[in-house]
């Protein structure tokens, strides 16, 4: 996170579990994707998300194919989703559970889902907090200026906050893909736990990044309300 920090034992021990959290989870995600992309289905990631889409009423949104390696998202901006390569034409559960989870998003963008619409107006200042505020902040406790390291929390916080509320609309993004990937009969119902598998690794890695930087963020407050650390 901040390499100056990053050798005090304090912050080691509050961060460095959830760090090897998170790398366990990205492993997870690449083994749970590789498995499932051997288990095959009756149509492709791309098929599976047009019909959740036509099914909810968006014809309108389109589907890409973009480069990358499980690169796949949805633009609430273009109102589009795009796809990876080996999940837009893969006829695989990895595929059709990953599609669909984007397709999700859609599908909450178009009922103004609470989460998302605070998620999408968090941005502008999440964007900032990880980029101008982190400069400030590590700035400030270089220079140990009081104001810039507070500025560079609040920014840091900003990021936080936008994890926080990226949780409930990553998850139920996941639970309405594997509601409907039944629904709508593009798989049946024994094979949601292959989905299942997939989605959740996935959510594991949202989980383990918001927790390390929730962590980070009290070490920061901490560190600032002693008024800096030296260890």
Do not use: W
Request: aromatic fraction near 10%; charge should be neutral; glycine fraction near 8%.
């Amino acid at each position: 996170m901040i390499a100056f920090i990053s050798f005090d034992p304090f912050y080691l021990m509050m961060v460095l579990p959830f760090f090897l959290l998170g790398l366990y989870a990205q492993f997870k995600v690449k083994s749970a994707f590789t498995q499932m992309a051997q288990v095959p289905a009756r149509m492709s990631g791309a098929q599976a998300a047009r019909r959740m889409l036509d099914s909810a009423g968006l014809q309108h949104v389109p589907i890409e194919m973009v480069g990358g390696h499980l690169s796949d998202h949805y633009d609430p901006r273009g109102k589009v989703i795009r796809l990876s390569q080996e999940v837009h034409q893969g006829h695989s559960m990895a595929a059709v559970g990953v599609a669909c989870h984007e397709a999700g998003h859609a599908l909450q963008d178009a009922q103004k889902y609470a989460p998302l619409v605070v998620r999408n107006l968090a941005v502008p200042v999440a964007s900032f907090g990880s980029n101008a505020g982190m400069l400030l902040l590590m700035f400030g406790m270089i220079a140990q200026i009081q104001p810039l390291i507070l500025i560079g929390i609040l920014g840091f916080a900003a990021t936080v906050f936008f994890q926080l509320v990226n949780l409930p609309v990553e998850f139920n993004a996941s639970s309405r893909a594997r509601e409907q990937l039944v629904t709508y009969g593009i798989i049946n119902g024994n094979e949601e736990q292959y989905v299942a598998k997939v989605l959740n690794a996935a959510a594991l890695t949202y989980v383990a990044a918001t927790l390390q930087a929730v962590m980070t963020l009290l070490y920061l407050v901490l560190r600032y309300a002693g008024g800096g650390r030296d260890e």
